[in-house]
Nanobody, 124 residues
Framework: QVQLVESGGGSVQAGGSLRLSCAAS????????MGWFRQAPGKEREGVAS???????SYADAVKGRFTVSQDNAKNTLYLQMNSLKPDDTAMYFCAASSFCRIATIDDQYYNYWGQGTQVTVSS
């Protein structure tokens, strides 16, 4: 059974940084994608960043140059380094995994496993 557990969320002032982690267990697919998504109150869920098993990445335009997605295969952990945070980045952040994705994508229809989320709040 695949489990994804996020951590690292919190409150930070604008301009600050946070690093989110997603620990994966029960995961054994050779080809996969893992991604970060977020949902703010009253808004639809949106893709933030993704990384494929090949190492390729994809980012939403809103976070390019500020966020970096990475993975530690030895630890089965996905990371999202978030720098220069803005109040608009405030949202619940979710980790997700796809067992059939070959190219990194932030389209959530490709993801079949989801974590419970971690809250990020950025104050001005």
């Amino acid at each position: 059974q695949v489990q994804l557990v996020e951590s690292g969320g919190g409150s930070v002032q604008a301009g600050g940084s946070l690093r989110l982690s997603c620990a994966a267990s029960g995961w054994w697919y050779r080809y996969y994608c893992m991604g970060w998504f977020r949902q703010a109150p009253g808004k639809e869920r949106e893709g933030v960043a993704s990384i494929a098993s090949s190492g390729g990445t994809s980012y939403a335009d809103a976070v390019k140059g500020r966020f970096t997605v990475s993975q530690d295969n030895a630890k089965n952990t996905l990371y999202l380094q978030m720098n220069s945070l803005k109040p608009d980045d405030t949202a619940m952040y979710f980790c997700a995994a796809s067992s059939f994705c070959r190219i990194a994508t932030i389209d959530d229809q490709y993801y079949n496993y989801w974590g419970q989320g971690t809250q990020v709040t950025v104050s001005s």
